[in-house]
């Protein structure tokens, strides 16, 4: 066409073909659209008798019948409302047919301005569903959350009561609706042409709505020559902006901002564009869906050179948008403020126009045809007998397999099916008795987007092209007997033609445009069916928005959406649930030892995991996050004041993953050392300083290691203990000696150490190096916070839940009432529920608006049982669902339609009702919402009937404690005391051992155990009572009246009751490739002893000495010498007559002693291990075997309740400990044991980072499993 200097318009009649959805009216839109509506303008599907027809369906008529209904027979019934011209529709009501039983209970709308191509009313981008009513006569009104602006409006009953017909009455409510609509042809643009030929603008303000009948093609376009572009197009149906500020040969990186939003933009419906943007921040938003960001580059002006585009472009010129212009309408276009199709109505100057454009919008009369569900298909007549067979169709779906058309031959001539496999198109052309012909073609055609496909068959040539690329066609060598039956099947087939079924599974999508012959059949009209929808293709984009958190990959099918979380450290239907743990103090609950890990500080919030390393020591657990400058000192010459030395440290962490990981933590620290020579530090007292850091907030920071903040000065000075007493810090003596100044940084609001600067080693001699620690974190405020609930009526008030599209909830509680309230909140139609509804059973319940939604997880023991419970509730969109502890978890599937959004407005009760009712008695403890933890100590020291803390943790998590360590209560949790036991650390599970050489030995007075706290009383035998040997690393008791064990109301009874001990145990583990040695000899107060040796080659002996000489046992193991440098472990126990030994994992060997020997082992007075010292009078066998001494490794020893080994390696000693020569501490080669988790609520699916979590292990190495604490297999790695 010719370029016009002004619009060639052509005022046409026409409609546009789509409802739409738009924004709340500024004035009040309250007017009865259906009240003055002539007879005509009244539809419907079918109708029940003459009675019943449409037009008698308007609110509160009485004529005819008294409403419409349809006939018996109809099973997609529909009621349609011609409004005359398009309106803005602001509410529905409707009522139930007049004196009668019949009504609708749910219903869905559909519009449409041209009668055609009808759209499902939409909310929350999902199709909406109404409640309908409950009798024939209550009026419901349903106000429009976005009202419709359309001509043709239909309601199709969904639901009627059970038994009975639909009855209908209908009244809609709104106000007129003007606009200015404008078509573009595909070959057709226009330009707002800038008076100065250019502007710059700081904000832009663009708001459009358009229509598309292609997928492909330019909305608006403007450029500068700087650089500057704003550009919006359509590519495959999704919309692209384009945005850059400008470039400029100093930047680094490109100014270039793209975003790509929406999908199916193609589907000719209006959508709405709003584009806001101020500076480099800029929000696009697409049918009320927001997008947020800021643009590339440093400039924050657009600059554009004469014209601003829409579409197409005049000159494509340099830039990379697609040149294929827009072919559809526009509606509604403002640009800063500008009404551009006002201006072209009225032909401004201002405005260029090529090609032909027209008001109104016009598009293709298309009847698409939907098959929303499997078994739906659509039979259209076909012309049979002829000898050829051409078809094309368009298809778009999102599954990938599906049957697309069956052809059957008639009287068995050629047949052929035309179908989706994992998206191609393939063509399967059947002959009677002759081999067929298989064709295939295109890729991904499962994708949504609109595709062609074309068939065509001759007597002897096959040909099938999709999207107009290069055909997939044969030539046959024998003739296609080609017959044509008369019917064609689309998307499916009646079940009296079972070949469609037996082959594959159905069509679900949308057809269009289909041509048999070159004869276009009317899918609105023609052929039989079932299952399908005409005149409107339902298909829904599931990913967008995009649901899957956390990076997760969204993917769909017809009738839902799913989640790729792979690499994204979250799992779930929605990649919401995090993979790792949120603490080292987790991990150290779930029983995992000191090593690398990956946390999520936030849980299930935005906020991605941090590596850290999990030191769990004795004292505590610390969480310690490396930098980049961790383990080396930093050396420094050459700085001044002029030209400063700056360190930069980084964490691997975002400054938001800094600032929760600190805010969770108890207390921080990180230590900071200054070397110096000759280089001052803060110059003190009182001058400019020479030195400072700067933390996590970006202020300058004065104060150095081990002082506190706004004190210039060092920890020596704290201390008065400077090299020089006229400074605050070492260094500032400015010696030439070294000097330091170091100490620990331990206020969490400036940590960590961000940047440290450097300015006074530009002088001779002078030098400086600063070493700065790991970030190091102890305590955890989120999992330890609890409080106690004393009262029914008592609750804790939090802000409003904000969970719309999902959201966790995870706590743990212990009670022994029968039930109660854990949380509840409420919204206008909606609210929100968990509760222990019994001793046994938990219940998570919601409701979205459209009905209460329960999970219920029922537990085979009481959960009253004053022990602590887990419980962790989620709801997303695509499912609900509840754990308690270990149980498996309990899902309910989300519906496919209806509400999707939680809408909460009330305050979050903990611990009660909204009313104050039904309230929980006993504790709550590390309580999250959506990640966010919740500070019950906090509000609950402000809050009558609750108190903050909870005790006996003991109770549930004592069975960590592990080899005999006692389970100590705190107030923030628990800890276990491993002093009565051969063991270390938090789990009592890392054995205590040492190196001995030759010559060394330790003495060990049992006298020195009166002073220490005595264990727990152990299980006695009663008189005539037998037990079984202990297992390896079990310990049988020494009996209720030996050394100082507590009577059962705590107070100690004598030290050793009169007759002895009739029951030992020893347990001890030891490697060595010397022999003969003493490893354990026990003396008594009356020449009675024990020993424990290798003898000379190299097995192991047990000799008990008990009365005289001849009333002892000697015990041996075999031949098989055990001084092979291999870790053994050996178990004996003692109960009367008889004797128990267990060495490594061999069998139990029960041994006897002789008939009449004394049977009681006087008491022990010490024990000696490696040798035995010279002055102690010793059977002259164990003497001999002895006289070398030990050399080797020992480790775990115990004597009843006696560790002798670990008090020896103690310092300083314990009374009554006695080491000759040089003891070594060492692990002996022994691994520490795994503690079993008490619960695994959630399975990491990657093995690198480990599958505990942890990180820095090879890939493939198994997980820890946890080994039995009862293990005393020493050196095995039991569970790594």
């Known amino acids: 066409m010719a370029r016009r200097t002004r619009p060639r318009l052509r005022l046409c009649l026409c409609v546009v073909a789509t409802c739409a959805v738009v924004a709340l009216p500024d004035q009040p839109c309250e007017d009865l659209l259906s009240g003055l509506l002539p007879d005509s303008a009244f539809s419907a599907s079918s109708i029940l008798s003459p009675g019943h027809a449409p037009q008698f369906a308007q609110l509160n008529q009485r004529d005819g019948a008294g409403g419409w209904s349809p006939s018996d027979g109809d099973s997609a019934p529909w009621l349609q409302l011609d409004l005359g011209e398009r309106v803005r529709i602001t509410a529905v009501s409707t009522q139930g047919r007049y004196g009668s039983p019949e009504w609708m209970q749910r219903y869905q709308l559909l519009c449409s301005d041209s009668g055609t191509n009808w759209r499902r009313y939409q909310r929350d981008d999902n199709l909406w569903e109404f409640i309908g009513n409950a009798n024939s006569d209550g009026v419901v009104r349903h106000d429009l959350a976005q009202p419709l602006v359309t001509r043709f409006l239909r309601l199709a009953p969904s639901a009627a009561p059970h038994d009975r017909r639909i009855g209908l009455r209908i009244a809609l409510h709104g106000c007129t609706y003007e606009s200015d609509v404008i078509h573009f042809d595909g070959r057709s643009s226009l330009a707002l042409r800038f008076p100065q030929k250019s502007v710059r603008s700081l904000k832009d303000v663009l708001r459009l709505r358009f229509k598309a009948m292609g997928a492909d093609g330019t909305l608006l376009h403007g450029e500068g020559h700087q650089g500057d572009r704003l550009t919006l197009e359509l590519r495959q149906g999704r919309l692209h902006l384009h945005v850059s500020l400008g470039s400029s040969q100093f930047l680094v990186g490109d100014g270039h901002t793209e975003v790509t939003v929406g999908n199916l933009l193609d589907d ?18 697409l049918d009320r869906h927001a997008h947020h960001l800021r643009t590339n580059g440093d400039f924050e002006h657009l600059d554009l050179d004469y014209q601003l585009m829409f579409g197409g472009i005049l000159s494509p010129g340099k830039t990379g948008s697609s040149k294929k212009s827009f072919h559809g309408c526009l509606e509604s276009v403002h640009y800063n403020g500008i009404n551009v199709l006002d201006l072209v109505q009225r032909g401004k100057p201002s405005i260029h126009v090529i090609g032909n454009m027209t008001f109104g919008c016009t598009e293709p009369r298309l009847s698409p045809v939907t098959f929303p569900a499997s078994g739906a298909w659509l039979g259209l007549p076909a012309s049979p007998g002829n000898d050829w067979f051409w078809v094309e169709l368009q298809f778009r779906a999102w599954d990938s397999n599906g049957l697309l058309l069956l052809a059957p031959g008639h ?48 007597r002897n040539f096959a040909s099938l092209m999709v999207d107009g690329d290069e055909p997939s066609s044969v030539h046959s060598m024998s003739s296609l007997e080609i017959t044509t039956g008369d019917v064609v099947y689309l998307g499916g087939c009646p079940p009296a033609v079972g070949s469609c079924w037996a082959l594959g599974p159905t069509f679900l999508g949308c057809l269009r445009s289909v041509q048999l012959n070159h004869q276009l059949a009317g899918l609105g009209l023609l052929g039989n069916g079932s299952g399908v929808q005409r005149d409107m293709c339902s298909i829904v984009d599931r990913c967008f928005p995009n649901y899957c958190e956390h990076g997760g990959q969204c993917s769909q099918t017809w009738n839902s959406f799913s989640c790729h979380c792979q690499g994204t450290g979250y799992s779930g239907q929605t990649c919401h649930d995090p993979v790792y743990e949120r603490s080292c103090e987790a991990y150290k609950h779930a029983g995992r030892t000191s090593r690398p890990y990956l946390i999520d500080v936030d849980g299930s919030g935005p906020l991605a995991p941090v590596p850290v390393y999990c030191n769990m020591t004795e004292d505590g657990v610390w969480t310690e996050l490396a930098h980049n400058g961790s383990h080396r000192d930093i050396e420094v010459h050459g700085s001044s004041r002029e030209q400063p030395f700056t360190a930069y440290f980084s964490y691997g962490a975002s400054a938001a993953q800094l600032a929760a990981l600190l805010t969770a933590a108890q207390s921080c620290q990180q230590i900071l050392i200054y070397r110096c020579r000759h280089s001052r530090l803060l110059n003190t007292p009182g001058g400019l300083p020479f030195a400072w850091w700067v933390g996590r907030g970006g202020e300058r920071q004065l104060y150095w290691g081990g002082s506190p903040p706004g004190v210039q000065r060092c920890a020596c000075g704290l201390r008065r203990n400077c090299t020089s007493p006229y400074h605050q810090c070492n260094c500032d003596s400015d010696s030439e000696d070294w000097q330091q100044d170091d100490g620990l940084l331990s206020y969490k609001e400036h940590l960590p150490v961000m940047q440290l600067v450097a300015m006074d080693t530009n002088r001779p001699s002078s030098m400086a190096r600063i070493s700065l620690g790991p970030l190091r974190c102890h305590g955890d405020r989120v999992f330890w916070n609890a409080a106690l609930f004393t009262s029914r009526s008592a609750y804790l008030l939090y802000p409003s839940l904000r969970g719309e599209t999902s959201f966790d909830v995870a706590f743990y509680f212990k009670t022994s009432a029968p039930g109660g309230i854990f949380l509840e909140s409420l919204g206008l139609h909606s609210f929100l529920r968990l509760q222990l509804t019994s001793p046994w059973e938990v219940t998570f319940s919601f409701d979205l608006g459209n009905g209460p939604v329960e999970v219920r997880v029922r537990c085979p023991h009481p959960l009253t049982d004053n022990h602590w419970h887990s419980v962790r509730a989620e709801r997303n969109l695509r499912e609900a669902w509840l754990r308690v502890d270990t149980l498996p978890h309990r899902v309910v599937p989300a519906p496919p339609h209806g509400h999707t959004r939680l809408l909460l407005s009330s305050q979050l009760f903990v611990g009660a009702s909204a009313s104050g009712q039904d309230g929980f008695l006993g504790c709550l403890r590390s309580l999250t919402l959506n990640g966010a933890a919740l500070d019950l100590e906090g509000r609950a020291k402000v809050t009558a009937g609750v108190h903050p803390g909870c005790t006996g943790h003991c109770s549930s998590y004592g069975s960590l404690c592990r080899n005999g360590g006692l389970c100590m209560e705190r107030y923030d949790g628990y800890a276990c005391d491993c002093k009565h036991t051969p063991y ?107 020993a424990i040796v290798l003898q000379t080659n190299g097995s192991l002996q047990v000799r008990y000495q008990l009365g005289g000489p001849d009333e002892g046992l000697v015990v041996g193991s075999g031949g098989r010498s055990l001084a092979d440098g291999q870790p053994h472990a050996v178990n004996i126990t003692r109960s009367y007559s008889q004797l128990f030994l267990q060495l490594d994992h061999y069998p139990t060997t029960r041994h006897h002693f002789p008939a009449g020997s004394s049977l009681t082992l006087p008491p022990p007075t010490a024990i000696y291990l490696g040798q035995v010292e010279d002055s102690l009078a010793v059977d002259t066998a164990v003497r001999d075997l002895g006289r070398a001494g030990f050399s080797g490794c020992l480790s775990r020893v115990q004597f009843g309740h006696a560790a002798p080994l670990k008090a020896a390696l103690r310092t300083p000693h314990a009374p009554g400990v006695t080491v000759h020569g040089r003891l070594l501490l060492s692990s002996c080669g022994a691994f520490p044991m795994t503690v079993p988790p008490l619960s695994t609520t959630r399975s990491p699916w990657t093995a690198n980072p480990g599958a505990d979590g942890s990180v820095g292990m090879p890939a493939g190495q198994p997980a820890s499993s946890g080994g039995s604490a009862d293990s005393a297999f020493v050196g095995a790695k039991e569970a790594t």
């Open 268 to 285: 000719l419906h209006w959508h709405a564009i709003s584009l806001h943007r101020h500076g480099r921040s800029l929000n696009l938003s």
């Open 411 to 458: 009287n068995f001539g050629t047949g052929m099916e035309l179908r989706l496999v994992d998206g191609t198109v393939w063509a399967n052309v059947t002959q009677h008795h002759k081999d067929g012909l298989l064709l295939n073609t295109g890729s991904g055609l499962g994708n949504g987007q609109w595709h062609t496909v074309e068939v065509l068959l001759r």
């Open 984 to 1090: 270390d650390g938090p789990f009592c599970t890392r054995e205590v051992g040492a190196f001995f050489e030759a010559g060394t030995w330790v003495r060990f007075s049992l006298p020195a155990l009166h002073s220490t706290t005595s264990p727990p009383q152990p299980r006695v035998l009663l008189e005539g009572q037998e037990e079984l040997p202990a297992q390896p690393g079990q310990m049988a008791g020494l009996g209720d009246e030996s050394w100082g064990l507590p009577d059962e109301d705590g107070s100690n009874i004598k030290v050793w009751r009169t007759g002895g001990s009739l029951e030992e145990s020893i347990s001890f583990s030891f490697s060595t490739k010397r022999a003969p040695s003493v490893l354990i000899y026990v003396t008594t107060r009356v020449g009675s002893n024990i």
